[in-house]
């Protein structure tokens, strides 16, 4: 039995409500219970958190040590400017797998670099929502081969 942490950082509480035709019309609630539903079918657990302050996202990564098995992590717009969420994953001995919703290599440049990419064990991007059930099923997988904590 493991423990998948999921993050959400700025504005993915708006989902549903936010750009609908870049986002989709699903709310984070609706991500938060499929990948909760998925991940506790297999017998594991979910804890989700969303903040739209990059302290509060750093402190829930720290938390994370030694209590969680994997994270899934979509930093919002913390993933093109947070050289501190990148030092707070580095800190801490978990997988992390940053998921984005749209495809940001197809929109603005400022989008196209990820900070965080490079100290992440990989990243989803541009397959909608279903981003983060592909994460939660990287672990689920990694697990079932006995390579994960999970
Ligand atoms: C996002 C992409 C980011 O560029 C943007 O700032 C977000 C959402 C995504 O899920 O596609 O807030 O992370």
Redesign the pocket.
């Known amino acids: 039995m493991g423990n998948i942490l999921l993050l959400n950082?700025?504005?993915?509480n708006r989902l549903g409500k936010r750009e609908p035709d870049?986002?989709g019309h699903e709310t984070l609630e609706d991500v938060v219970k499929s990948v909760e539903e998925t991940l506790n079918r297999a017998g594991h657990s979910l804890t989700a958190h969303q903040s739209n302050h990059e302290g509060q996202l750093i402190e829930w990564i720290h938390e994370a040590e030694g209590v969680v098995d994997g994270i899934i992590f979509?930093?919002?717009?913390y993933?093109?400017t947070s050289i501190a969420l990148r030092d707070a994953i580095s800190s801490i001995n978990i997988p992390v797998v940053e998921?984005?919703?749209?495809n940001?290599h197809a929109?603005e440049e400022f989008?196209h670099t990820s900070i965080l990419a490079p100290v992440c064990a990989g990243q989803i991007?541009g397959l909608g929502i279903k981003g983060y059930q592909l994460a939660a099923a990287y672990f689920l997988q990694l697990s079932a081969e006995g390579r994960g904590k999970v």
């Open positions: 950082g700025p504005n993915l870049v986002y979509n930093p919002g717009a993933t093109h998921v984005h919703i749209s940001v929109r989008r991007v």
